[in-house]
Every structure is written in structure tokens, then in C-alpha cells.
């Protein structure tokens, strides 16, 4: 074979430069699998260069990575087809698999599929939401629940009806399509978004805008571990964007600095992990928000920790590499310089109700109101879901709004419609008026049907509030929140009380190895605001649930004796060290209630 010509040479230099400078080589280092190397381009060619530096790097990859890499999870359609044609549920490493089509085997907790939706902004239509009871009640179990990502979950379904049920959802105009595993999780904005009198901007454009560009590009399914996106009109309701990978924060411009509304760009929330999203200096214009998304996703992608799934999220990406260093690669991957929030004067953001999701709140609209309406531990029945939709339908505009507090509003009912509205909502044994607890009062779906759960979190929940309601005259509003594991689906560093499940073992059992149910205590956490925003601190452990109602009671009598005027219980735990409140609350009463 005769020698290459210079130019020759020089083209292949050339091209050879291009590709590593794109970091997509046609024949990575180390095949990432140990099989022959398969091929870096296409959608999933920066999932496949990042697992092929691991390797090379002398790194090796957990399970979940060889198997994505081995053949992508969501070309795996028809081995979930064949399975629900045979009546059977996944095995091993399936079970991981099978999640981004939305389908979680939650055995031993259930013997069932849970189905995890996604619906942008937390937004539905009362035809959905009347296609979805209808779902929930065939080849589900009769009801959905509320998550804390102002989403639906249906439960109790037969490994023969996965595929009835995908398919339905998807008549619907809604997907689970990559709603669990290591995924983009739901997108979430203002649930008073375009409604509010009080929002800078409608956040239901961006985040349908941002659903669909994660739906149709391959890439965003390549990531090492989860991630959470959220958008912040500025509005009375708040959506928790601190606690998110990405949160964009409206902020309103003033001054000569500059005019309008921007977005703040806030990176790596992670509360499980004691961490809130940190600005980042960036602001940007809500045209910009999905395109600068789309290119913080690609970073993580590529920097992303493949090799040990307990610090693959984004926050570690930020501390390893530093925040300065991880924005020149989004901007790498944007295409163009961010620009900084230096020099441009920004207004404060108006202060968040954490309890405005509940009663009657009136619109930007004239004569119009949204009712927000409770849901007990965010449990909805098929029957109840059916009459939301139709005095939605009726009384308003057919809009149903999901909240990441486990509650629901109901928008667009006319001033004079608001009475008849919620006897209607009453008559379905629901209603938009509750206690300053169960206001607040948020629970993960615990081991009734979740593997992972120490605790029947729904349970326990609804007897702690019974107890604490009959005891203590809670009169400002107070949020406590149950999570049956490490995960923290509920959120509970972010509660003014949060409670982390846990098993006990008696001292006294005679048996080796019973254990009972309990948690860990923890106080004075927030979120969703600069005023409130701290990681809960502990304030007791292994706790057994008998014994909680009566410690939680005689906590919330020591805020109630001790409080300055107005005080919030977040104040009051924020003033004082945890050995001062523990002797506070050992000094005070219980109130007997006779039985």
C-alpha cells in the first residue's frame, strides 16, 4: 500500500483532531462492556464516550451502566411487550430497565407494576383526568397518588395489563416515558402559573417546551443517575426549585442595570444529601432556559460519576470539578459565553406562601378564583378523580393543577360559583379547607407499596395528624414530612418537622432480629425562599411510631409556650441549639384526652 500524500496526512490529522475535540472517537480506548466496541455516534455517542473514559481511565462501571450500554433501555419495548404478553414481571437487572419505560416492579412491598406519569407542570385536562381514573381503576388499583413532583402515580397493576395501561396513557396524550431510573424526572413550575396575581411569568410554556425537547433528544436518556428540573414564575405558590438539579428562579430586572424578567440559574439541589441549589451567576431569558438545560444535562452526561451510583448526582459533578470550571462546559456545549448576573440589578423575589395551595385564592383574572383542595397524604380515589374532572369541567375551565405538596387546585370558578363548587368537592369527601397540619403534611407511598420503605409512611401520617389535632392548637402554618427511606421522596430534611423511617429493634424483644417501625426525628428544615431555606437539623433517633405522637406533641406545646409574637415554628427551631429545645419540650405537658 503506497504512502499517504501530505495533503493526505494533513486531512487525517484534521479529522482525527475533530473527533477528539467532539470527544467521540471511532474506536474508544476501552470498549466500556468488555464486548467489541460499539459505535460512538449517533444519540447515544456521549453516554458511550463517557462510559469509554471510565474504563480507560482504570474505572469500572456499575451494573446499571453495562447494561444500558449493552443495548439502550428504551429499545427494549418489545422484551416489555413479551413479558406482559406472558403475564410475567422483570427479574434482576430488568427491574432497573423496565423503569424508563415508567414501570417499577415494587416487589415484595406489591406484587405489581407501579406506573409513574409525566405531566409537564403538573397541568391536566378533565378528559385526562377522567381517562386516567378510568385506568387507575381497570388495570390499576382504584386510585393514584400525588407525588411531591406534582405527578400521578398509578399502582397495583397486573404484569398482563402493563401494556393496556402504557397505551392508554399514551391515547391520553400523556407518556411515562423515562418518568423513573436514571432519567429527567417530571418537569416541574408554578402550579398557579398563568393564574397568579402575584407571578412574573407563566412557567407552562417553558416546561412543556422543556418535556417535549427531553422527549425527542436521544441524549437526555444517557445520564449517570436522575435529575430534577424545575421553573419559578416568581408566584405566590412555591415549586421547591431549590431542592432541584436545575431550578430557574424568575427575577424581575430594575433600574438602568437592565428591564424585564430573567431567569436565575441555580445548579446541584440535592436535599437528600443536605445540599440546596447554588447560584450559579447566571441569568438568563426564557427563551434561553431549554437550549441552556439541554447543555447542563450534556455536561453531567459527560462528567457524570459511572462507577459508584451514590455520588452520581449533579451536586457531585459541582464539587469535584467546581462550579466555574462545570459552567465552561455548558457553555461548551451551549455554543456561546452565559451571560452573568454581575452589574444587572434584580428585585427581591415576593415572599412564597407555603400554604397557598389550599382554599379559595383569587386570580389575575377578574371574578375568577382557583380552590385548592385537599388530598390526604396525596391519595386520590378512581370515584374522586372522575368528580374532580367534572366540577372542573363544570364550574371551571376543565383545568386540574397538581401541586408538589400532594394537593390539587381547581382553577377559573367565578366568585359566584365558589359555594356550590366546594359542596361538591365536599360531597366527594374532599374539601379546600384543613387543619395547620394536615395543611402541611406530606408522605412518600411507604412500605405498603414501596420495597425501599421502613414505614407505613400514608399511615402514619393521617394518626399523627388525628392525635396531634386533638392536643395542640396549632395556628400558623407548619409543614411535616414522612419518608420511609434514604431516598427522600418526601423531602423530609426540607420539613419544619421531618420524619426519616427507620426499623428498631426493642431492647426487650426476646426475639433476635424483631424489629418495629419508627423514625428519625429532624427540625427546622425550609425551602423555596432565602428566609426559609436550611437543612432540618436532628433532633432524635430511633424513635418508635407509638411513642413519636407524644414527643411531636409535646415539641409543638414548647413552640406554642416559648414563641415570640408571630413566631413560625422554623424560627423558633432556628433560634435555639437542639439541646435547648429538647428541654424545652421535656418541660412541657401532655394534654390527656379521654378515650
Not at 407505613?456 to 396549632?474: C, F, I, P, Q, S
Request: aromatic residues 6%.
Amino acid at each position: 500500500m503506497s504512502d499517504f500524500t501530505e495533503q493526505q496526512k494533513r486531512w487525517l490529522e484534521g479529522f482525527t483532531s475533530g473527533l477528539a475535540a467532539r470527544k467521540v472517537g471511532a474506536t474508544p480506548v476501552a470498549p466500556a462492556t468488555g464486548q467489541p466496541s460499539l459505535s460512538s455516534t449517533g444519540p447515544d455517542a456521549l453516554q458511550h464516550a463517557a462510559q469509554d473514559r471510565t474504563v480507560a481511565a482504570g474505572g469500572k462501571l456499575v451494573a446499571e451502566e453495562k447494561a444500558k450500554r449493552q443495548r439502550h433501555p428504551l429499545d427494549r419495548w418489545d422484551e416489555v411487550v413479551e413479558r406482559a404478553d406472558k403475564g410475567d414481571f422483570p427479574k434482576g437487572i430488568d427491574v432497573f430497565l423496565t423503569k424508563y419505560h415508567g414501570l417499577f416492579y415494587v416487589a415484595p412491598a406489591e406484587n405489581s407494576f407501579m406506573c409513574r406519569l409525566r405531566i409537564p407542570n403538573g397541568i391536566l385536562k378533565a378528559w385526562q383526568m377522567r381517562g386516567l381514573a378510568d385506568a387507575a381503576q381497570a388495570p390499576g388499583g382504584g386510585y393514584a397518588d400525588v407525588t411531591t413532583r406534582a405527578n400521578l402515580q398509578i399502582r397495583e397493576i397486573a404484569a398482563r395489563h402493563a401494556i393496556d395501561l402504557l397505551t392508554a396513557l399514551q391515547a391520553l396524550g400523556l407518556t411515562s416515558r423515562g418518568s423513573g431510573a436514571d432519567n429527567i424526572r417530571n418537569i416541574t413550575g408554578s402550579p398557579t402559573a398563568g393564574i397568579d396575581p402575584q407571578e412574573l411569568i407563566d412557567t407552562r410554556p417553558l416546561c412543556s417546551a422543556m418535556h417535549h425537547y427531553i422527549l425527542n433528544h436521544r441524549e437526555m436518556y444517557g445520564l449517570p443517575r436522575k435529575f430534577n428540573i424545575a421553573f419559578d414564575g416568581g408566584g405566590r405558590v412555591p415549586v421547591l426549585e431549590d431542592t432541584n438539579d436545575i431550578g430557574f428562579v424568575a427575577a424581575q430586572a430594575q433600574g438602568r442595570s437592565g428591564d424585564g424578567v430573567y431567569f436565575r440559574l441555580q445548579l446541584g439541589g440535592i436535599t437528600g444529601h443536605h445540599d440546596f441549589a447554588h447560584e450559579s451567576g447566571v441569568l438568563l431569558k426564557p427563551e434561553e432556559c431549554v437550549k441552556v438545560a439541554g447543555a447542563v444535562v450534556r455536561a453531567f452526561i459527560a462528567h457524570g460519576d459511572r462507577t459508584n451510583r451514590t455520588r452520581a448526582r449533579l451536586k457531585y459533578v459541582l464539587d469535584r470539578m467546581g462550579r466555574a470550571e462545570f459552567l465552561k462546559e455548558v457553555e461548551k456545549e451551549y455554543g456561546a459565553p452565559l451571560r452573568r448576573a454581575a452589574g444587572i440589578e434584580l428585585a427581591p423575589r415576593a415572599m412564597a406562601d407555603k400554604h397557598g395551595h389550599i382554599g379559595v385564592h383569587k386570580q389575575k383574572q377578574p371574578g375568577l378564583n382557583y380552590l385548592g383542595v385537599v388530598l390526604p397524604v396525596g391519595r386520590i380515589t378512581a370515584e374522586q378523580m372522575r368528580g374532580l374532572a367534572e366540577i372542573s369541567e363544570r364550574f371551571g375551565s376543565g383545568t386540574l393543577r397538581l401541586t408538589v405538596w400532594q394537593n390539587l387546585l381547581i382553577s377559573d370558578v367565578a366568585d359566584e360559583d365558589i359555594g356550590v363548587c366546594i359542596a361538591a368537592i365536599q360531597a366527594l369527601g374532599l374539601g379546600v379547607e384543613a387543619s395547620a397540619l394536615r395543611r402541611g403534611l406530606v408522605a412518600c407511598t411507604g412500605n405498603a407499596g414501596c420495597k425501599f420503605a421502613a414505614a407505613n409512611t400514608k399511615g402514619h401520617a393521617l394518626r399523627l395528624a388525628d392525635y396531634l389535632e386533638a392536643r395542640v392548637a396549632v395556628d400558623l402554618p407548619i409543614n411535616i414530612h414522612l419518608t420511609g427511606c434514604h431516598h427522600s421522596c418526601a423531602q423530609h430534611y426540607v420539613g419544619d418537622i421531618g420524619l426519616l423511617a427507620a426499623k428498631i429493634s426493642r431492647p426487650e424483644s426476646s426475639s433476635e432480629g424483631e424489629s418495629v417501625e419508627g423514625y428519625h426525628v429532624y427540625i427546622g428544615g425550609g425551602a423555596a425562599s432565602t428566609a426559609e431555606q436550611a437543612i432540618a437539623r436532628e433532633y432524635a433517633r430511633d424513635v418508635v411510631f407509638d411513642e413519636l405522637p407524644a414527643m411531636l406533641e409535646k415539641l409543638l406545646g414548647a413552640w406554642l409556650a416559648h414563641r415570640r409574637p408571630a413566631e413560625s415554628f422554623f424560627e423558633f427551631c432556628r433560634r435555639h441549639e437542639i439541646e435547648a429545645l429538647r428541654d424545652l419540650a421535656a418541660r412541657a405537658p401532655l394534654r390527656a384526652i379521654a378515650a
